[in-house]
């Protein structure tokens, strides 16, 4: 199982517990083999279940190669190629690199103002700076919005007001096992004589929160969009496995059920892609003070809290305009912050008043 | 019967299980399945009478485009040039009787030639093609039969690789503070340099007489030249000037390329794979010993040749307008020499 997230040759600072993790969640084979004769039955009945379920959704739209077991002549494979022809300047323009200085995934802008879907491991957290680089080499800064952890799904948005080449997505969710798709990505990252890279391939696996193609990805389409032949957005790419034909997405109805939350920057459920920042951190040891507040008993040298001036002795009596009544309700108020938030403390040296602003940092 | 019983069961209630949470594509009704083949069939007919099949004993090592009825084919010359017992087939026709005519090391191209008889001719395409055009290529073979595989135009057309000569010193330069000349920094262990007893800290005066003051004077002569030529190089070690010559090999075999970690996910890759004039990017599944092949488009018009297995989702073609100028100088070797008469820039050249 590769990690999709790449740099040009550049090891990339990844967690290590998302290998381990992730190698768990690699199809086995072995099933694979097994379930081998099955799976056809499995593949009529899964067929009839879902063109049975939402035929009225999807009569009109839907190509017509899509509901042939196989294109049968070259008359077919023409339209699959002109149906992907004609939505591909459109999915090109929208489709993003995304660069973290050390590495560099993809994303897929999906509304006029900028709005990026990508995979958490690429955009790595919440709150983080990123530059995202359209096909014709023009660069946006962007900070990163709410993610899934458990399974790769994140926001980034592009910090400058503007209007942005955007996609539409498959916001009904009729992806079909079978259903010719094309994934877009840079891969190994962006390269402008290239350009981004479009691979073709069908639905070959549905689960819940995966779906599989044979699209061929590698290092740096991580995050990159999978789209129907109508040009809509069903996926987003997360990883692969060793054989070519497991390449695997995260389903547009799992950011479809996040995105509210996702807009609102939260940090939905724990790992393998992206693990949270631990509790935020200021570094020194506290006392009650009778009249209210805290003194210091000890500043740990390159903490944020040394690192901004703080000395022993110090009587800190507010944070951010809030009273400190003592010490657990100081360190309740740090807790609650996040590493890289700046806070403002009140505080007496020698009876004088003055104010420190501190960047809380990670333990 | 009773445990045989119970195992049924025990599977269907699995398979049910495995209905409802993982549905999928047999192979064969995949992007490259045997079914999603069938509709291929007219291109595959063109590439079962216009590939050539290049095996070396009972192996087939490489593909090739046929381009004259009289048994003249094009194939990747760095898959064939340790061959012993090379012989090619096409269609049913099994020819042992080969001779490689000519190569260029700059696209990696050899030409072969057969006793064919009224061999049928790719067509060339008029234009080249789009991203998303339909590419079928040469996928397997049995004595009988070509196999395709088929995918879609990925990327721009492009230079890879910095168009830096396909032939090395075997040293690591760097630019001399005092002189403003090159001197070597390091050599490497069984190039050219090495052999001919290059030292670190020596200066480069001339390459077979002409003064070289920059990288790019060196590459433009070392651009003129093919694997297993000499050049004479004159130094500067200390106060004395010396004249050494150097056999010049092929890049890849002296310098081995980085491994990214997206090459450790992409199985095996074409040992030349990159330094190429012009390329256009495809996303078809090749084997390293499938490339050489005509890449054909829906009509069966060939589109260019596959020139290496880059990594696990690109596949590099030569262009036919280029391709076309190629087999012209290779049939005609006083007009290759001039054709290999060109100035390229480079991004990296600090290893010559």
Known sequence: MGCLFSGLGVEVAIPGTYFASVKMMKPLPHSERHLGRSAILCTLLFAVFSVGSRAGEKEGDRPYFNQKEVPENIRDLKRIQEALQKSLPRSRSATVSIDLGGGSGSGVIVSEKGLILTAAHVSGGVGKKMTVIMEDGTKHKATSQGLVAATDAAMVKIDEEGTYPYVELDGKDTASLGDWVYALGHSGGFEKERGVGVRIGRLVRMADETINSDCNLIGGDSGGPLFDMNGRLIGIHSRVGASLEQNMHVPVGEFLTNWDEMLRNAFIGEGPFVQKAGPAFLGVATEDREEGGVILKAVGEETPAGTAGLKEGDAIVELNGEKIENGKHFSALIKEGKPGDKVKLKILRDDEEMEIEVELGEK | ?352
């Open chain 2, 1 to 352: 019967m009773r445990s045989s019983l119970l195992g049924l069961i025990g599977f269907s209630a699995s398979l049910a299980c495995a209905q409802q949470q993982f549905g999928q594509l047999e192979g064969e009704f995949r992007l490259n399945g045997k079914e999603t083949w069938k509709a291929f069939e007219p291109v595959r007919e063109v590439l079962q009478a216009s590939s050539a099949v290049i095996y070396g004993g009972w192996k087939s090592v490489a593909y090739g485009v046929v381009v004259s009825a009289d048994g003249y084919l094009v194939t990747k010359a760095s898959e064939i040039d340790k061959i012993e017992e090379i012989s090619v087939r096409v269609d049913r026709k099994h020819f042992k009787k080969v001779e490689v005519v000519a190569t260029t090391v700059e696209w990696d191209v050899a030409l072969l030639k057969v006793d064919g008889e009224e061999l049928p001719l790719v067509e060339w395409a008029e234009a080249e093609p789009v991203h998303g055009t339909w590419v079928v290529s040469n996928g397997s073979t049995t004595r009988r039969d070509r196999r395709v595989r088929v995918g879609i135009i990925s990327a721009n057309a492009r230079q890879v690789g910095g168009g830096r000569a396909p032939v090395v010193l075997g040293v690591t330069l760097k630019i001399n503070d005092e002189s403003g000349g090159l001197s070597i920094d390091k050599v490497h262990e069984g190039s050219g340099a090495d052999e001919a007893g290059l030292e670190s800290g020596d200066i480069i005066l001339k390459a077979d007489g002409i003064e070289v003051k920059s990288m790019e004077d060196l590459q433009e002569v070392l651009g003129r030249k093919e694997p297993g030529d000499r050049l004479t190089l004159r130094i500067k070690r200390g106060e004395e000037d010396q004249d050494r010559e150097v056999e010049l090999k092929k890049r890849e075999s002296v310098f081995e390329e980085e491994k990214t970690r997206n090459d450790a996910m992409s199985g095996r890759v074409s040992q030349r794979r990159s330094n190429f004039p012009r390329v256009l990017q495809t996303d078809l599944p090749l084997s390293v010993r499938s490339v050489g092949g005509p890449l054909l488009d829906l009509e069966g018009k060939c589109i260019g040749m596959n020139i290496a297995r880059a990594n696990r989702c690109e596949t590099f073609a030569i262009p036919t307008k280029e391709l076309r100028e190629i087999i012209r100088d290779l049939m005609n070797p006083v007009q290759g020499e001039e054709g290999a008469d060109e100035e390229e820039g480079s991004e990296d050249p600090e290893e010559e």
